[in-house]
Structures are given as structure tokens and as C-alpha cells.
């Protein structure tokens, strides 16, 4: 099997160059070798490829900075997304693309399934719903897996502005009115690696499979409570740091103010790919606690 990976050293696509290589021969390709600000030049590459699986992990992240630079993120996320489903559907080849809580509004009470309907607040959201619709109006096999709050050893991300800023300041303050379930990236590329190895030998589900899932750890916490255990566990590792969990203050959005509005409830509810495809999904202290280890521990 022939698996096109675009993204390849994002937080995710670094994790998916280890979780895939099991699985066939890797074409793996960065941004130099596959641009999604240039979206003409990628029917190209598929073509030439041919590959029976593309994964999509590129995307333009930097939430607040879409907010003024909307053109730019639209093509990365929506129109770049177009071109990759048209030319798997020309070639007859599975996408796999990664989409966000952030295509919600975040009003719901409840977690969010698959059929709820959507509401971004952002550009970023806004765009990255636009490259699901593509997806699905180009009639591609295609898994949509919608994931939230991703960290990895290896990348920028929450936990590492987190470990950074108290080992700087006494005290930090942090949004405790919006809450989530903290997923790594390592977790969303093992469960990528195991639904293609499904689909791949069971027939009867690949044919029923297409679609959106929701896939993020177990639990929920909001960003406060998230701040709160990293420093935690951080301190219990022996980092040293000019806060404490007890120095990190809770506040509500209002209190901190950003170009990009972000969902109050960024719950997804995760039974349709549990089911589906027969799978656990720990809970979300349990890779934080891992990557800390892999960051921090001393041999
Ligand atoms: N991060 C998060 O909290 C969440 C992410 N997601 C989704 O998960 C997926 C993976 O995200 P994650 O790994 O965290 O993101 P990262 O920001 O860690 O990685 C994104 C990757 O996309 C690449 N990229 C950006 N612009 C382009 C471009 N024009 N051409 C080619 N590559 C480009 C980046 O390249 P370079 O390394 O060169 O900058 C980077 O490797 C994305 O679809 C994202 O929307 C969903 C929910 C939460
Ligand atoms: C640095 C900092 C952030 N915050 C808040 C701001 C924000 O609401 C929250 C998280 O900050 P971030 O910058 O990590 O947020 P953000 O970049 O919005 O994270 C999002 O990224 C995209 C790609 C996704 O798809 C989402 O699932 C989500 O992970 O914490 C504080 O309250 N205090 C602080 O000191
Ligand atoms: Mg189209």
C-alpha cells in the first residue's frame, strides 16, 4: 500500500510518520514538497503518486493570526483540501483529513456528535469547516477526523506555553470557562494507523465507513484545570518553576481578550468511532502525563 502524507512535521504528521510506516510505503512529503498555499500544484503530485491512501495532516493553525490573514488559511485549509479530494477520487484513494472542535459554536450543554450542526466562531474554524465540505461534495472514500486541543512532545502548543510562562512569572491567569478533552498527537496517529489497517481488511466496513468522527481522549477539563495539572505533574518531575498550580488563576474569556473568538464547549462526543471501529480512547491526563515524562524524566 502507498500512503501520501502531507504535513509531515506538523505535531500530528510527525506522529504519523512513525504510526504509518507499519502499514506500506510512505511518501512523505513538507511543505517544500507539498505547498497548500499553492493549490494548483498538488493534483500533480497525487497523480504522479498514485497512492492508495492520502493523509492530510498539514493545516494553517495559528488561530488568531487567520483572523486577518483569512485568504491564506482558506487556501491551506479548504481550497488545497479540495484539490487532495478531487484527485483521490480520480484515483480511487482513501483521505484521511483532520478537522477541529472549533467548527462548532460551542453553545451546546452536551458534548457534540457528528450530526450536530455546526457554527464556527473564527476564520480558522470557518475554514476548516469549508475543507470538510469539500470533502464530502467531492465524493471521495474519506475519514474525517474532527480532534481538539492537540499537543505533542514535539511541536508548540499549550502545555509547552504553559511550562514556559510559569517557569518565567509567579503567577499566570487562565481561561476557565471553556472546556475540552486534551488529545496527542500521538493518540490521534496510532487510532489513524488502526482504522486504515481495519479498513483495509474488512471490506463490509470499509464500504459503510466514509465520514466524519469524532476522535479525542477521554474526559474533559477546561484550559485552567489543563494549566493546573501540567504544572502539577511538571513540579512532581522536578522542573523548576516560579508557579505552582495554586498560582495559576482562573478567569473567564472576557478576561483575556483575542483577535479569534474560541467555543465555550469544545466537547465531542466520541461513541460513533468507539463503536465503529471497536476502539478504547484513554482518558486525557494519561498522554500529558506520558509526554511530560518524555520531555522532563531524567534518565
Ligand atoms: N493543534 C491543535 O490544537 C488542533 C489541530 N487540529 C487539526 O489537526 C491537524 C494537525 O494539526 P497539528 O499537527 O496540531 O498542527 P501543526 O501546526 O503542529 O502542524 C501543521 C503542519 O502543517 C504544515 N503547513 C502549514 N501551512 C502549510 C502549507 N502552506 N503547505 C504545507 N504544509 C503546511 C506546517 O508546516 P511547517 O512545519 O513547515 O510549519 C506543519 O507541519 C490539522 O488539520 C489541524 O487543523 C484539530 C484540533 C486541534
Ligand atoms: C497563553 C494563555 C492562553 N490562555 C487561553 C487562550 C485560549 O483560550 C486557551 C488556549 O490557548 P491556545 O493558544 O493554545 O489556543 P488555540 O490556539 O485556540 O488552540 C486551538 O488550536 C486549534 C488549532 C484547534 O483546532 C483547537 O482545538 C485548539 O487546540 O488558553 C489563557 O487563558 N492564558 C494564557 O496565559
Ligand atoms: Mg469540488
Not at 483540501?81 to 484513494?93: N, T
Not at 517557569?167 to 487562565?174: F, G, I, N, P
Not at 518553576?241 to 467555543?263: E, M, N, S, V
Amino acid at each position: 500500500m502507498k500512503i501520501l502524507l502531507l504535513g509531515a512535521n506538523g505535531q500530528v504528521g510527525w506522529e504519523l510518520q512513525r504510526a504509518l510506516a507499519p502499514l506500506g510505503r510512505l511518501e512523505i512529503c513538507d511543505r517544500l514538497r507539498a505547498d497548500l498555499d499553492r493549490p494548483e500544484s498538488l493534483a500533480a503530485l497525487v497523480e504522479r503518486i498514485q497512492p492508495q491512501v492520502i493523509v492530510n495532516a498539514a493545516a494553517y493553525t495559528a488561530v488568531d493570526k487567520a483572523e486577518s490573514d483569512a485568504a491564506r488559511s482558506r487556501r491551506v485549509n479548504a481550497e488545497s483540501v479540495e484539490v487532495l479530494a478531487d484527485a483521490a477520487r480520480s484515483c480511487d484513494a482513501w483521505l484521511v483529513h483532520y478537522s477541529t472542535d472549533y467548527v462548532f459554536d460551542g453553545c451546546k450543554a452536551a458534548a457534540y456528535t457528528e450530526d450536530d450542526p455546526v457554527g464556527p466562531l473564527s476564520v480558522y474554524g470557518q475554514t476548516k469547516l469549508e475543507g470538510e465540505q469539500a470533502i464530502q461534495a467531492s465524493g471521495c472514500k474519506h475519514l474525517i477526523l474532527r480532534t481538539s486541543w492537540v499537543y505533542a512532545a514535539r511541536g508548540s502548543n499549550f502545555i509547552k506555553t504553559m511550562l514556559r510562562l510559569a517557569a518565567e512569572r509567579e503567577e499566570l491567569r487562565v481561561i476557565a470557562d471553556q472546556i475540552g478533552a486534551p488529545t496527542s498527537a500521538e493518540l490521534i496517529a496510532d487510532v489513524s494507523a488502526l482504522l486504515l489497517y481495519r479498513l483495509r481488511h474488512d471490506r463490509a466496513l470499509a464500504e459503510q465507513a466514509t465520514g466524519v468522527y469524532h476522535l479525542t481522549a477521554a474526559g474533559e477539563t477546561s484550559w485552567h484545570g489543563y494549566a493546573r495539572f501540567v504544572v502539577a505533574k511538571a513540579a512532581a518531575l522536578d522542573m523548576s518553576l516560579k508557579a505552582g498550580p495554586d498560582d495559576i488563576h482562573a478567569i473567564g474569556t472576557a478576561d483575556y481578550p483575542l483577535p479569534a473568538r474560541r467555543p465555550a464547549n469544545s466537547r465531542l462526543d466520541t461513541g460513533k468511532l468507539r463503536r465503529t471501529f471497536d476502539l478504547h480512547l484513554p482518558q486525557w491526563e494519561y498522554h500529558v502525563e506520558r509526554m511530560l515524562h518524555e520531555l522532563l524524566a531524567k534518565p
